[in-house]
Structures are given as C-alpha cells and as structure tokens.
T-cell receptor, first 112, second 115 residues
Framework: EDQVTQSPEALRLQEGESSSLNCSYTVSGLRGLFWYRQDPGKGPEFLFTLYSAGEEKEKERLKATLTKKESFLHITAPKPEDSATYLCAVQGSGGGSYIPTFGRGTSLIVHP | GAVVSQHPSRVICKSGTSVKIECRSLDFQATTMFWYRQFPKQSLMLMATSNEGSKATYEQGVEKDKFLINHASLTLSTLTVTSAHPEDSSFYIC???????????FGPGTRLTVL
C-alpha cells in the first residue's frame, strides 16, 4: 500500500523567511509525485509533477525536488499570499489502477 | 488550460432530498475523473474513480447506492447524493485526468449543507 507522510503539519514563517516542506513516501513503482496548493474553501491547484529521483522543478518562489524516499517543496522568500495548505500525492503502478495517494498536507502561514 | 468546473458551488437542501453535482473538464478530454470528499481541516478522501463509459469504482466504505456517479462523456461526470442527510454535509471536489501517469486537475469544489 502506498503511503505519504507530510511534515510539518503546520508551519508559520515571517515574510522573507525561506523554508522547506517535506513529503516522505513509500510506493510500489513510482509513476509520479505531485504537489498541489489548496486555499480554504477551494479545490487544490496543481503545482508540479516529478517523475524520477534527481528531478527538480521551479515556479516563482517554489522549487520541488525528488529523491527515492522523499520530496521537498522549498519556498524562497515567501510572501503572505503563499499562505495555503500544500498537498503531496504519489502515484504508483501497483495493481495497475494508477490512483494517487495524498498526504494530509502542510498548512503554511506567512506573516507580513 | 486544464480547467475543471463544478456546479453548483454551494447547495443547501432539506434532509431526504437528492442533490446532483456536475463536474466538467472545459478544455481537455478526461479519461478518468475522481470524486473526493473533504471535512474541515482534513485531507482529501477519495470516494470513487470513474472512467468514461464505465461503471465507477467506489472506495471501501462508500455507499454506491447513496453516491451515484455517472461519467457519460469525456468531459462530464456527475455525482448524485441520494436521500441526503445532515451527515452528508461536506465539501465535495472532483478532479479530472487525461492519462493515467499524469497529474489531476481539480474543480473548485461544492459545499453541500443538508438541513
């Protein structure tokens, strides 16, 4: 069974204070690791897909990295508008169903 | 691109009535659509997976006779909550995917309140 653990559960930062969110996973045959951002009362917004260890992707102040056991979402010089819950999901090939497994998320609050 | 819409965004109904939620992929054809339920400050709970033209596959513990899912076309899936009760009140979110190994795109969600 695929498993995803995100840490920390909650993170408070001052504006400009860089940090990283962690997503540890176990999966049978990784087919993709996904990062999403979710604002309160809205559906998740797609950020990144990573397919293999060593891969990195960037978007504005966000950078996602991937190893064989975990992924990090690095936030550089965050702004208050980066406050949201960040979700990580993995998709393996076990059983052929290709159904992603989501973590519980990290709630990020950036104070001005 | 990759926009998914849901309608309605919010619905309030009386106990015992049925509610239909529509999920549409606006600019792509979705081979697979997912329906999730989310309680306050909790993560997504997958309810069912549906492929166009096929019966939905429900997760363990989800009543298929209560949560009817129809995926009639590559751009439309519907979730009908039959004989809704207050415990069905929740935030329902759909998502759509083009290929099995690719990311999902989520709709904005539907807030259901059953009185």
């Amino acid at each position: 069974e695929d498993q995803v653990t995100q840490s920390p559960e909650a993170l408070r930062l001052q504006e400009g204070e860089s940090s990283s969110l962690n997503c540890s996973y176990t999966v049978s045959g990784l087919r993709g690791l996904f990062w999403y951002r979710q604002d309160p009362g809205k559906g998740p917004e797609f950020l990144f897909t990573l397919y293999s260890a060593g891969e990195e992707k960037e978007k504005e102040r966000l950078k996602a990295t991937l190893t064989k056991k975990e992924s990090f979402l690095h936030i550089t010089a965050p702004k208050p508008e980066d406050s949201a819950t960040y979700l990580c999901a993995v998709q393996g090939s076990g059983g052929g169903s290709y159904i992603p497994t989501f973590g519980r998320g990290t709630s990020l609050i950036v104070h001005p | 691109g990759a926009v998914v819409s849901q309608h309605p965004s919010r619905v309030i109904c009386k106990s015992g009535t049925s509610v239909k939620i529509e999920c549409r992929s606006l600019d792509f054809q979705a081979t697979t659509m997912f329906w999730y339920r989310q309680f306050p400050k909790q993560s997504l709970m997958l309810m069912a997976t549906s492929n166009e033209g096929s019966k939905a596959t429900y997760e363990q513990g989800v009543e298929k006779d209560k949560f009817l899912i129809n995926h009639a076309s590559l751009t439309l899936s519907t979730l009908t909550v039959t004989s809704a009760h207050p415990e069905d009140s929740s935030f329902y979110i759909c998502s759509a995917r083009v290929l099995a190994i690719r990311e999902q795109f989520f709709g904005p969600g539907t807030r259901l309140t059953v009185l």
